[in-house]
């Protein structure tokens, strides 16, 4: 699965696998893709310059990527306590009496929110990228479109290509205003923020969009037969996520939220505001029909809804609270039904790949028959 894109980044497979889990980013580099590590969990330089050390170790000299959330433009003097003031009184009632109605219980006396949605804000992600670009970091990407042009700047100048994800050829023509060196079509079937485009129709709209720069294809894609369509719709690559959620690696820590991400067949997701304030694929769950019910007092634009929900997602998780327990995932997840390794998972996807390449060359050879006849 090698093409022009994975040669200059000198990995043996154009596969990039996005995950929050170094140990999962670390064993994708080694299978022969490109792990990416998500940065958006990381609340201090320190916790993410702890976890790039731990990749360092355990990569192998391979190379691997950082996904960072980061708006374009910046907004100055709001700090997380000026946005946590914009938040309704109305809106935290409802988070308190839709977790109640499940008996969530409230989280031990001085253990904080575990989980807080705050990398997209300036201060956080720029303390990110001073430790990035302390490592060898090849990609920097971007998923809420492309970082701000000093920043696109800095990465080049650390011998960095810089990827941006996009719904739309519109988009894309703004990652490439900006700069950014590869562009991630990601689909309607993706897990996490998607947009409303199907991977089938978006690949090869983006590729002609935005030619000669590479193009990866994203979005319900977890087998080799996938990773073959996406190349041949013109893609340099695929971009996957949701498929490392079931491997033996991930550090889910919850053996409920495993137990239904293994059960779901692919109707089984939904996009919902529930759980950042942007449409985000999900798995459906009584949290996300709670916020989607239009007799609820609906959800608040990024960044409010993140922080909004913060804690009560983590007492969610925290106390495994089924029918409200969730986590972003795409359409795949009807494929994710055991636990694997990562190398398990790249064996497929190249055992896959290589069925693909071989029914079509079948396929070719019977019509190149036919018209020699």
Known sequence: MQTELSQQLGIEHAVFGFTPFPAVAAAISRAGGLGVLGAVRYSTPDDLARDLDWMQAHTDGT????????????????????????????????????????????????EASGWRITGWMEEVARSQLDVAFDYPVKLLASALGPPPADVVRRAHDHGMLVAALA??????????????????????????????????????????????????????????????????????????????????????????????????????TVRSRALTGKPARQLRTAWTDAWDDPAGPGTLPMP????????????????????????????????M?????????????????????????????????????
């Open 63 to 110: 190379p691997y990527g950082l996904d960072v959330v980061m708006p374009a433009k910046k907004v100055e003097g709001v700090t997380e306590a000026d946005v946590e003031a914009m938040i309704p009184a109305g809106h935290r009632r409802f988070v308190a009496e839709t977790l109640a109605r499940y008996g969530v219980p409230e989280l031990p006396d001085g």
């Open 167 to 268: 719904g739309s050829a519109r988009h894309a023509a703004h990652h490439v205003a900006a700069g950014i060196d590869v562009v991630v079509a990601q689909g309607y079937e993706a897990g996490g923020h998607t947009g409303e485009i199907a991977t089938m129709v978006l690949t090869p709209e983006l590729v002609r969009a935005v030619a000669p720069l590479p193009v990866l294809a994203a979005g319900g894609i977890g087998s080799g037969e996938q990773i073959a369509a996406g190349l041949a719709l013109g893609a340099q690559g695929v971009w996957l996520g949701s498929i490392w959620l079931t491997t033996e690696e991930a550090e889910l820590n919850s053996p409920a939220l495993t137990a239904k991400l293994l059960a779901a067949g692919s109707g089984d």
């Open 304 to 335: 409010l809804q993140g922080l909004l929900v913060a804690e009560a997602v983590s007492r969610v998780q925290r106390y495994e609270a089924e029918p409200l327990l969730g986590t972003p995932v795409g359409q795949i997840v009807g494929r």
């Open 337 to 373: 039904t055991s636990r694997r390794s990562v190398q398990a998972v790249f064996d497929d996807l190249t055992t896959g790949f290589e069925r693909a390449l071989d029914r079509l060359e079948r396929i070719a050879g019977r019509a190149a028959t036919g018209t020699d006849t």
